[in-house]
């Protein structure tokens, strides 16, 4: 049966060890507060630049937020390196991209919930067409002005990826 809304998709449900206990619907997860799995996508043009979004305003967690990154949560039995590439193809509107390279997973626990989060990156050379239902404007922005966006205040980050950002700068040994 295919889900009539993004609250029917079936989700893993998994322990502080990352270890799957069962399945439950996304909204249940999200009201229960339960611990899922997600993969953030730090989108790069051929140029270096690094894709930045804002969600729409339908999205469940988090709407009409900027992101850096594209991504979402993993279906019932998916793995990282798949929904890595299948959410960023979708987001990006492309088709095509190499395999995204896996970098770093953490649990994120704040604002929203928690979910074990696994960082990765890609590079898209093709033109972009974002998906409407995801994305509400786009941009590629360089480091320094994604630096200066993020340290700025001006703009509402979400927090999942605001932590995955400071945490990329981290790994890479610098500021974010």
């Known amino acids: 049966m295919t889900p009539v809304s993004a609250a029917d998709e079936v989700l893993d449900v998994v322990d502080r060890d990352d270890r799957v206990v069962g399945q439950a619907r996304r909204g249940e997860v999200y009201a229960e507060g339960l611990i899922h799995r997600c993969v953030f996508v730090l989108a790069r043009d051929a140029e270096g630049r690094i894709f930045v979004h804002r969600r729409t305003a339908s999205k469940l967690v988090f709407p009409s937020y900027y992101d850096m990154f594209v991504g979402g949560v993993l279906g019932a039995g998916e793995s990282y390196a798949q929904a890595a590439l299948r959410e960023a193809e979708e987001e990006l509107g492309v088709s095509g991209l190499p395999q995204p390279e896996p970098l770093f997973k953490f649990l994120y626990e704040g604002p929203g919930g928690a979910w074990w989060s696994y960082v990765h990156e890609v590079r898209c050379a093709a ?24 340290a700025g205040g001006e703009w509402p980050w979400v927090p999942d990826g605001l932590e995955a950002y400071r945490r990329l700068a981290e790994y890479r040994g610098r500021d974010a």
Not at 131 to 146: C, G, I, K, Y
């Open 127 to 150: 033109a972009v067409r974002p998906q409407e239902s995801e994305v509400a404007w786009h941009a590629f922005l360089t480091e320094d002005e994604l630096v200066r966006r993020v």
